[in-house]
Antibody, heavy 118, light 107 residues
Framework: QVQLQESGPGLVKPSETLSLICNVS????????WSWLRQAPGKGVEWIAY???????NYIPSLKSRVTISIDKSKNLFSLKMTSVTAADTAIYFC????????????WGQGTLVTVSS | DIQMTQSPSSLSASVGDRVAITCRAS??????LSWYQQKPGKAPKLLIY???TLQRGVPSRFSGSGSGTQFTLTISSLQPEDFATYFC?????????FGPGTTVDIK
């Protein structure tokens, strides 16, 4: 079965760029819309973006100006870049596969905590 | 964007209780509604999709119902491993949104 593993810096300074990678293993990268979501401490889940196998993308409007999602099919991974981060971007970031036919997110990675602080 | 709300925000229940959690959408989403369970420090786990379809491996004590703007997740007989936070998610459009969650804890 498909498994996802996020990697990222853990700590990012305000105004800098956050870069996250999600490694996809155990199955084909072609079967899902690959997504990033986040969950601020004690808060609900917020979907950020997805990228398809073909490279088409979709972003939440509130973050669209700061976020870029991309896919590297040769390495079976997809990534997220978020510019000009602030403390409000502190959250656990999850990567997940979005199943388009039935509209759900599964599988999920374990999540990686990103703290924005100087 | 479609706003999702849940009620109650938290509830206390005992093992064996029947529990119902409500999710409401700010506009009709047909049956494009999924439910997830999340335990502390873990990723969300898919329970139900398209309102009432049980994900493979999820116990049959979980069920979902509803359509349009009001949906319900029911746990027929609460088990110790079910104490967790539950939230809903709409996929009516591709600006996916999630409910704020309902925490089920031990009475």
């Amino acid at each position: 079965q498909v498994q996802l593993q996020e990697s990222g810096p853990g700590l990012v300074k305000p105004s800098e760029t956050l870069s996250l990678i999600c490694n996809v293993s155990g199955g084909s990268i072609s079967g899902y819309q690959w997504s990033w979501l986040r969950q601020a401490p004690g808060k609900g889940v917020e979907w950020i973006a997805y990228v398809s196998y073909s490279g088409s993308t979709n972003y939440i409007p509130s973050l669209k100006s700061r976020v870029t999602i991309s896919i590297d099919k040769s390495k079976n991974l997809f990534s997220l870049k978020m510019t000009s981060v602030t403390a409000a971007d502190t959250a656990i970031y999850f990567c997940a596969g979005y199943e388009m036919q039935y509209g759900y997110f599964d599988p999920w990675g374990q999540g990686t905590l990103v703290t924005v602080s100087s | 964007d479609i706003q999702m709300t849940q009620s109650p925000s938290s509830l206390s229940a005992s093992v064996g209780d029947r529990v119902a959690i409500t999710c409401r959408a700010s506009q009709s989403i047909s049956t494009y509604l999924s439910w997830y369970q999340q335990k502390p420090g873990k990723a969300p786990k898919l329970l139900i999709y398209t309102t009432s379809t049980l994900q493979r491996g999820v116990p049959s004590r979980f069920s979902g119902s509803g359509s349009g703007t009001q949906f319900t997740l029911t746990i027929s007989s609460l088990q110790p491993e079910d104490f967790a936070t539950y939230f809903c998610q709409q996929s009516y459009n591709t600006r996916f949104t999630f409910g704020p969650g309902t925490t089920v804890d031990i009475k």
